[in-house]
T-cell receptor, first 112, second 117 residues
Framework: ETGVTQTPRHLVMGMTNKKSLKCEQH?????MYWYKQSAKKPLELMFV???????ENNSVPSRFSPECPNSSHLFLHLHTLQPEDSALYLC???????????FGPGTRLTVT | AQKVTQAQTEISVVEKEDVTLDCVYE???????LFWYKQPPSGELVFLIR??????QNEISGRYSWNFQKSTSSFNFTITASQVVDSAVYFC??????????????FGAGTRLAVHP
């Protein structure tokens, strides 16, 4: 149990659907992250929130929209995705700069 | 630019063998952190160790040990007497950007370790 939960664990959606991924951390951390892990690619950092403010957006297409309503919750809103967006989406949290990040179990997303 | 290289894509060993996973990093900063994570088939990345750039002492935790050498920019990970439960993908990561209260991790491509009975 790492203290970071993600729902749903699996998601299949069509290209015209709208869905949201949810992440919750129970560790009292100040920063939260979204990563994308595709087959045969290194983990890609998508977004970073520090104290509920978005501080990083690594050239992610606008069809991915993050939301951080408070320090414990992080969402990734998805709309009009492409098949190449199929991947494992991982959420993580950390306390301070330089600290290790703790990861959730991920959401396996398939776009049909 | 920062970079982490894990040259070994896949390693296959028989149980009880020792195995070393290599990690070479590049950074221009003098202050940075290095990490190792384990990703079992379930998908979750499990934190194993964090080491800052000023601490070159090797570390041992049970069957796991880490060898940090700044002279060769390497942070290698050894599993002694491997077990089937060690089968996973192992990632090395670097962070040299952490001034904003958060951490930007640069991950290597990972090494898939298969331990056979």
């Amino acid at each position: 149990e790492t203290g970071v939960t993600q729902t749903p664990r699996h998601l299949v959606m069509g290209m015209t659907n709208k869905k949201s991924l949810k992440c919750e951390q129970h560790l009292g951390h100040n920063a939260m992250y979204w990563y994308k892990q595709s087959a045969k690619k290194p983990l890609e950092l998508m977004f970073v929130y520090s104290l509920e403010e978005r501080v990083e957006n690594n050239s992610v297409p606008s069809r991915f929209s993050p939301e951080c309503p408070n320090s414990s919750h992080l969402f990734l809103h998805l709309h009009t995705l492409q098949p190449e967006d199929s991947a494992l989406y991982l959420c993580a949290s950390s306390q301070e700069g330089g600290d290790e990040q703790y990861f959730g179990p991920g959401t396996r997303l398939t776009v049909t | 630019a920062q970079k982490v290289t894990q040259a070994q894509t896949e390693i296959s060993v028989v149980e009880k063998e020792d195995v070393t996973l290599d990690c070479v990093y590049e950074t221009r900063d003098t202050t940075y952190y290095l990490f190792w994570y384990k990703q079992p088939p379930s998908g979750e990345l499990v934190f194993l160790i964090r080491r800052n750039s000023f601490d070159e002492q090797n570390e041992i935790s049970g069957r796991y040990s880490w060898n940090f050498q700044k002279s060769t920019s390497s942070f290698n990970f050894t599993i002694t007497a491997s077990q089937v439960v060690d089968s996973a993908v192992y990632f090395c990561a670097l962070s040299d950007d952490f001034s904003g209260g958060y951490n930007k991790l640069i991950f290597g491509a990972g090494t898939r370790l298969a331990v056979h009975p």
